[in-house]
């Protein structure tokens, strides 16, 4: 199955600022997802990036706030602007490996102050 | 709005019992699939289950699935200390449509 790098793993932010996740694969992939988990809360999907094209956004989540590339097939990036301490989370890719479920990201943990 | 739903929402268990989580989920589905989230790290997927099946093993676990109840099962028999994680069902409501929806999650401990 695929192995995915997330980077950071965690960090610290001031509110206003930017923070841009990174996830490599270690296989070529068509469709790569983010997703958000709240402090306690299941997992809700972000947005799915496709190469080539934007990102496909799911309701309540809007490219000015998270921005997302996808340069190639191997590659991702999520980006949360202009935080507030709403945004404090933990952030995860996942990519498809069919009948074998997803395989996720280590998460990056999002808090903002 | 969240697909599933997960009971208990906490389970406390001593080692060597075997521990049970229900999902609920609320449209058809293609398949369903368990993932174990450990300290809110990264999930790690468990066992999926097609919607043209009812029961499936892996190991120490197994799940079943009945579409008439929109419901699925997840018993890990024999536990361990080591299983001790949250527990989330995930369905995928449509072929090709790699889109899951996840449930709300169950917190086991299992006590040495």
């Known amino acids: 199955s695929a192995v995915i790098s997330q980077k950071p793993s965690r960090d610290i932010c001031q509110r206003g600022t930017s923070l841009t996740i990174q996830c490599q694969v270690d296989?070529?992939?068509?469709?790569m997802f983010w997703y958000r988990q709240q402090p306690g809360q299941s997992l809700t999907l972000i947005a799915t990036a496709n190469q080539g094209s934007e990102a496909t956004y799911e309701s309540g989540f809007v490219i000015d706030k998270f921005p997302i590339s996808r340069p190639n097939l191997t590659f991702s990036t999520l980006t949360v602007s202009n935080m507030s301490p709403e945004d404090s989370s933990i952030y995860l890719c996942?990519?498809?490996?069919?009948?074998?479920?997803?395989?996720f990201g280590s998460g990056t943990r999002l808090t903002v102050v | 709005s969240q697909q599933g739903e997960e009971d208990p929402q906490a389970l406390s268990i001593q080692e060597g019992e075997n521990a049970t989580m229900n999902c609920s989920y609320k449209t058809s589905i293609n398949n369903l699939q368990w993932y174990r989230q450990n300290s809110g790290r990264g999930l790690v997927h468990l066992i999926l289950i097609r919607s043209n099946e009812r029961e499936k093993h892996s190991g120490r676990l197994r799940v079943t699935l009945d579409t008439s109840k929109k419901s699925s099962s997840l018993l890990i028999t024999a536990s361990r200390a080591a299983d001790t994680a949250s527990y989330f069902c995930a369905t995928d409501i449509r072929a090709g449509a790699n889109n899951l929806f996840f449930g709300t999650g169950t917190r086991l401990t299992v006590i040495p």
């Open positions: 296989s070529q992939v068509t469709m």
């Open positions: 996942s990519v498809s490996q069919g009948s074998y479920g997803y395989t």
